[in-house]
């Protein structure tokens, strides 16, 4: 289960937080990551984390930073001077690779309003 917190509405320029706790994981070497969906859009990766390598989406590099606490129970997502294109759906997922079509397991998401 992967539940979501953080997220609303920020000006251009801004931060936001997002966590995820994560519980019942089939494996605990699953990757975890941060994904998004725009209006209108599919669903992309922001960013992930898979036995200890990281990987970001080129829009979100050098803005976005993923972590896990001590235990791998939580994943954060820290936000730094976002953009109006930033504006999404957010979603925890997991799954056995980190391409997006081995992720299947997903939070309820949380919405991100940059404006």
């Known amino acids: 289960q992967l539940v979501e917190s953080g997220g609303g509405l920020v000006q251009p320029g801004g931060s936001l937080s997002l966590s995820c706790a994560a519980s019942?994981?089939?494996?605990?070497?699953?990757?975890l990551g941060w994904f998004r969906q725009a209006p209108g859009k599919g669903r992309e990766s922001v960013a992930r984390?898979?036995?200890?390598?990281?990987f970001y989406a080129a829009s979100v590099k050098g803005r976005f930073t993923i972590s896990q606490d001590a235990t791998n129970d939580t994943l954060y997502l820290e936000m730094n001077n976002l953009d109006v294109s930033d504006t999404a759906d957010y979603y925890c997922?997991?799954?056995?690779?980190?391409?997006?079509?081995?992720?299947?397991?997903w939070g309820q998401g949380t919405q991100v309003t940059v404006s």
């Open positions: 997922g997991a799954g056995r690779y980190c391409s997006l079509s081995y992720i299947n397991i």
């Open positions: 019942g994981l089939p494996d605990t070497n699953y990757c």
């Open positions: 984390v898979h036995t200890g390598t990281i």
